[in-house]
């Protein structure tokens, strides 16, 4: 029983430590292959698995690979190209960690 217990509550911290970061995007964008609305968006980082949630709490699934930086970013922020008059989210860095989400 007392393993039982253990196991769940590890399980439990490892779930609740996964990391969200809140970035806003003032025009429309695509990341990946997902087309995105202005507005705020949580970004949760679990591993390597990349999560986008809108301001209704939407699942947004997008394609999108994690770097690690040689250093850590000071503040969240995104870095956007502009091709034939549409944003493209290239990658978001993920401010207080050295991880980098990349669009593909």
Known sequence: MFKRFTIVALMSVLLASAKS???SISDPATAGTTQL???EYK???DGTQVVLMDNNGKRIDT???VETAEHKFDQTSISISKADGANRIV???LGGSTNRIVFE
Request: hydrophobic share 40%; glycine share 6%.
């Open 63 to 65: 394609l999108a690979k």
């Open 37 to 39: 609305k202005p507005g």
């Open 21 to 23: 970061y809140t970035i």
């Open 43 to 45: 970004v949760k980082l």
């Open 91 to 93: 990658s978001i860095q």
